[in-house]
């Protein structure tokens, strides 16, 4: 199952994609939240769907898409999970995950604008795989991890870099500002992704191909970090786990790059679906 959220930013609508339309489920009475993911809601939807799909109404082609979920606990990022992608920050390859904060405001549609913070020099992008959490998890081993995935979206972890690593404190700084957290245009449930880890993810800048790798290149798997994160935090139904970048961000490039306004980027992984997002200056 394809979960979409649509209609104007605060006010989304829950939504399906079955056999490539759009359909309307706001009958089925929920919206997809932590108390969806809690109460077995991807399962009662898909029972719901077998009376009901004849009835809901098709969404418009035309309709913005708003992030898959709703507003969840928290999101963890996952950083220098691509070994090359560390050796591009100069940072050695961990010896286990790196993590982070990223604050849930900064989530936005997928093809919303991005706007560039006031004041920013360094804005940067990072095509990530996200993983929602289905169900409550504290202590999971890695066996059993993937029991508590619901499904995987996609993300671009935008970041300012100046505030995320020459201003003092850590790294949520750079991650958090608004817009900086574009997720979808779909959440793809855990049977509709064959393997997560073998994975082509793409982003592009104005046409140009900035990052192409795969999730096979992870340092640290999807169990790992479940069962990792699970360990110094409760992950609650709908949270999100960022799993990490690779190779081609601009604070790699020599010369560095970063994003001005008017900058399109374009980014996408195999059977995730594609997103866009026009860089707009703070006003």
Excluded at 20 to 49: A, I, M
Excluded at 70 to 97: D, Q
Excluded at 228 to 252: A, H, K, N, Q, R
């Amino acid at each position: 199952m394809k979960l979409i959220r649509f209609g104007e930013p605060g006010r989304e609508k829950p939504g399906v994609i079955v056999e490539g339309k759009r359909l309307d489920v706001s009958g089925f009475g929920s919206d997809y939240t932590e108390q969806f993911f809690e109460t077995d809601g991807l399962e009662r939807l898909n029972k719901w769907l077998e009376i009901h799909q004849g009835d809901c109404p098709v969404v418009d082609e035309g309709a913005r898409l708003g992030a898959p979920i709703s507003r969840p606990s928290k999101i963890v990022c996952v950083g220098l999970n691509y070994a090359k992608h560390a050796e591009e920050s100069g940072m050695a390859i961990p010896k286990e995950p790196v993590l982070f904060f990223k604050a849930t405001t900064a989530i936005v549609g997928p093809n919303d604008d991005l706007i560039i913070p006031r004041g920013s020099e360094k804005t940067d992008w990072e095509v990530e795989l996200a993983v929602i959490i289905g169900k409550k998890a504290s202590y999971v081993t890695e066996e059993e991890a993937m029991d508590y995935v619901a499904g995987y979206a996609l993300h671009n972890d935008y970041s300012e870099r100046a505030y995320q690593l020459e201003r003092e404190g850590q790294w949520v700084k750079g991650k958090s500002n608004d817009t900086f957290a574009p997720l979808g245009p779909f959440l793809a449930t855990k049977e509709e992704i064959e393997n997560p880890h073998n994975l082509n993810l793409w982003l592009k800048l104005n046409g140009e191909m900035m990052q192409n790798s795969n999730t096979s290149d992870f340092v640290f798997d999807i169990p790992k970090l479940v069962s990792y994160i699970s360990e110094f935090m409760t992950l609650l139904p709908g949270d999100v786990i960022s799993t990490g970048t690779p190779f081609g961000v601009g604070l790699g490039l020599d010369p560095q790059r970063y994003l001005k306004p008017g900058d399109v980027v374009e980014l996408g992984i195999e059977g995730l679906g594609s997103a866009k997002q026009v860089a707009r200056a703070y006003q």
